[in-house]
């Protein structure tokens, strides 16, 4: 049947504040009161050495965020990588290594190609996949459904959050099994993510904020995005939905990055947008928006209020979610990422959900 806009202008709005209904459904799917109820086919963690994660595009984005979760959480090393570069480095696999593939297609040739390599030479194949009939899905030894529902506009929204809080969940199954997080722990993890809903809706009204700031990201030629640890690849994602919808030029740098390189573009024509809620890095945050500045930089500050406060004064705007547990910020995140993309997109009057040279499914190399 065909998928209907309900009421939006495009299908990337609807499915931008379809978020927290979705989300929501992940959670009730593999969620049950303090316990994580997601069929891995029995993996224990426990007897795993090593993930290799491997996607394209968004999905490899919400991969890298994986790679800072797994790491921290359940101090398990990651290897990740895009598909077309990891399929034909012919990579050797240490023993008791996981593939996980990440799509929401589950046609993606190269990640397709990626999982077919790895297919007996690790312990097994999971993937994340939003299509259960998909060729990825059906390869797989364990296919998680990511439960975003039909996915329209080509510019991926609903599916990066859903594979987002599947891996959240992952995660603190891998600290509770490798004895990482005890049962309390994991509880309080686990109420952390069932806030995710209540705060998405809540990040949605910066919707008006953001149209604002839109207007003015429109005139740039180039923009930046900064982020660091959990938020780096939020920056990434930031840029890859700018230039995806609004063709406007922009990079993903990690922020402690800048002095090695792209601090040179920076001027009063390029903005700096600045991925930061309060964590424990936010002061070294804060020192690397006033090298932005000190340059004539203009900043924009995606954070919260508590953050914005200590930012001072000679931030050019900002934009305020609510407080939020660290854990969940990157999946919070993404909606401001969305959103500043597609007013920018609307701005400069692009076609928002098809936008030109790409297709939402790439089914060739
Ligand atoms: C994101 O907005 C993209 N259009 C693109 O990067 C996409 O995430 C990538 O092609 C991977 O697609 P898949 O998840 O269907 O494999």
Redesign the pocket.
């Known amino acids: 049947a065909r998928i209907e806009k309900g009421g939006y202008k495009h299908y990337m709005a609807k499915e931008i504040a379809q978020q927290p209904t979705v989300v929501g459904e992940v959670l009730n799917a593999y969620v049950k009161d303090d316990r994580i109820a997601m069929n891995l086919g029995g993996i224990d963690f426990a007897d795993v050495d090593r993930l290799s994660i491997v996607?394209?595009?968004?999905?490899?984005?919400a991969g890298l965020v994986a790679k800072y979760w797994f790491e921290h959480y359940a101090r398990l090393p990651i290897d990740i990588d895009v598909?077309s570069e990891f399929r034909y480095r012919e990579a050797p696999f240490a023993p008791k290594t996981l593939g996980v593939f990440?799509?929401?297609?589950?046609?993606?040739a190269d990640?397709l190609a990626a999982l077919r390599y790895s297919a007996g030479k690790v312990d097994k194949i999971v993937s994340l996949i939003?299509v259960p009939e998909s060729s990825?899905a059906r390869e797989s030894d364990v296919a998680v459904e990511i439960h975003a529902g039909p996915e329209v506009?080509?510019?991926?929204?609903k599916?990066?959050t859903c594979?987002l809080t599947c891996f959240a969940i992952m995660a603190l199954k891998a600290a509770h099994d490798r004895g990482h997080l005890d049962d309390t722990g994991l509880a309080a993890h686990l109420a952390d993510l069932r806030q995710l809903p209540g705060l998405m809706s809540h990040a949605l009204t910066i919707d008006t904020a953001t149209k604002e700031i839109a207007a003015k990201l429109a005139e740039a030629r180039d923009v930046l995005f900064l982020g660091r640890g959990q938020m780096f690849p939020l920056a990434l994602e930031g840029a890859?939905?700018l230039k995806?919808i609004s063709y406007i030029h922009a990079e993903g740098y990690a922020s402690g990055e800048l002095k090695h390189g792209p601090i040179a573009l920076v001027d009063k024509a390029t903005p700096t947008v600045v991925m930061a809620p309060h964590d424990g890095l936010f002061d070294k945050t804060v020192s690397n928006m006033q090298e932005v500045m000190a340059r004539g930089g203009r900043v924009v500050l995606v954070s919260d209020a508590r953050a914005a406060k200590e930012a001072g004064d000679g931030v050019w705007q900002s934009l305020a979610l609510p407080e939020a547990p660290e854990l969940i910020q990157p999946i919070l995140y993404a909606i401001p990422a969305q959103l500043l993309a597609y007013h920018t997109a609307i701005a400069k009057g692009t076609d928002v959900d098809q936008p030109r040279n790409?297709?939402?499914?790439?089914t060739v190399e």
């Open positions: 996607a394209c595009g968004t999905a490899y984005y598909a990440v799509s929401q297609s589950g046609e993606t990640t939003n990825i506009s080509v510019a991926s929204t599916a990066f594979q890859l939905k995806e790409l297709a939402k499914s790439v």
